[in-house]
């Protein structure tokens, strides 16, 4: 009887120590049109680490061709192509399907941290006037978004650097952001879509913090 205590009890603290974790993602997109290459690292209890690096390349074909986003893992021969087609398709069903759960979602986005955000952009046309505006557009679009992200969620150290080139077309971009949020809060979210579902209904009342 007191051993099984004793597992409840560790139980219990594990499923605690959970729900209050950081569950972090960091995420790094690299591209100069010749090492194209996004990294994924996952951490949860600050040890547990999970690392994915693909390199990616988009192929624009001629005409009769549709153009496709070709992706390989890092150190592996094998890769997959998905049509540029393919992939707006999925993520116009997927927001279909999950629009539903609009509350609960907004509720999840709430609860994200954003740190050490990060954009370096060198951008560069047939034209020292065309890159020009086209810079100062790009520039103006990036900053009205940082300021929205600033005001609606918690960002912090982040920096946008875009930098004209004005000998010949080019376009390079780093991104680099670190994405943190508790693990209870994603559980909080599915339980609450459980809840949509069984009840069919909006849920009344507010999740605590």
Same mark, same amino acid.
């Given at each position: 009887?007191?051993?099984?205590?004793?597992?409840?009890?560790?139980?219990?603290? %594990?499923?605690?120590?959970?729900?209050? @974790?950081?569950?972090?993602?960091? %995420?790094?997109?690299?591209?100069?049109?010749?090492?194209?290459?996004?990294?994924?690292?996952?951490?949860?209890?600050? =040890?547990?680490?999970?690392?994915?690096?693909? #390199?990616?390349? $988009? =192929?624009?074909?001629?005409?009769?061709?549709?153009? =496709?986003?070709?992706?390989?893992?890092? #150190?592996?021969?094998?890769?997959?192509?998905?049509? *540029?087609?393919?992939?707006?398709?999925? *993520?116009? =069903?997927?927001?279909?399907?999950?629009?539903?759960?609009?509350?609960?979602?907004?509720?999840?986005?709430?609860?994200?941290?954003?740190?050490?955000?990060? $954009?370096?952009?060198? %951008?560069? $046309?047939?034209?020292?006037?065309?890159?020009?505006?086209? @810079?100062?557009?790009?520039?103006?679009?990036?900053?009205? $978004?940082?300021?929205?992200?600033?005001?609606?969620? @918690?960002?912090?150290?982040?920096? *946008?650097?875009?930098?004209?080139?004005?000998?010949?077309?080019?376009?390079?971009?780093?991104?680099?952001?670190?994405?943190?949020i508790k693990l209870g809060y994603i559980i909080i979210t599915k339980i609450r879509m459980l809840i949509y579902n069984i009840k069919g209904g909006e849920i009344s009342g507010r999740t605590s913090n």
């Amino acid at each position: 009887m007191f051993g099984l205590i004793c597992i409840l009890v560790v139980v219990v603290v %594990i499923m605690a120590v959970s729900l209050f @974790s950081n569950l972090q993602f960091e %995420i790094r997109v690299k591209f100069d049109n010749k090492d194209n290459h996004a990294y994924f690292i996952v951490r949860l209890f600050r =040890s547990l680490v999970i690392r994915h690096r693909f #390199n990616f390349t $988009l =192929s624009l074909p001629e005409k009769e061709n549709a153009p =496709s986003l070709i992706i390989k893992k890092t #150190n592996s021969n094998l890769e997959r192509r998905a049509m *540029i087609e393919d992939i707006v398709h999925f *993520i116009t =069903s997927y927001y279909k399907a999950n629009i539903k759960y609009a509350d609960q979602i907004k509720y999840l986005i709430s609860k994200i941290r954003i740190d050490n955000m990060n $954009l370096y952009m060198l %951008i560069g $046309l047939n034209n020292a006037a065309q890159t020009a505006l086209v @810079s100062g557009l790009t520039l103006t679009l990036f900053t009205s $978004l940082s300021g929205f992200l600033k005001s609606n969620w @918690s960002v912090n150290d982040s920096g *946008i650097i875009l930098v004209p080139y004005y000998k010949g077309r080019k376009f390079n971009m780093e991104l680099n952001c670190i994405i943190n949020i508790k693990l209870g809060y994603i559980i909080i979210t599915k339980i609450r879509m459980l809840i949509y579902n069984i009840k069919g209904g909006e849920i009344s009342g507010r999740t605590s913090n």
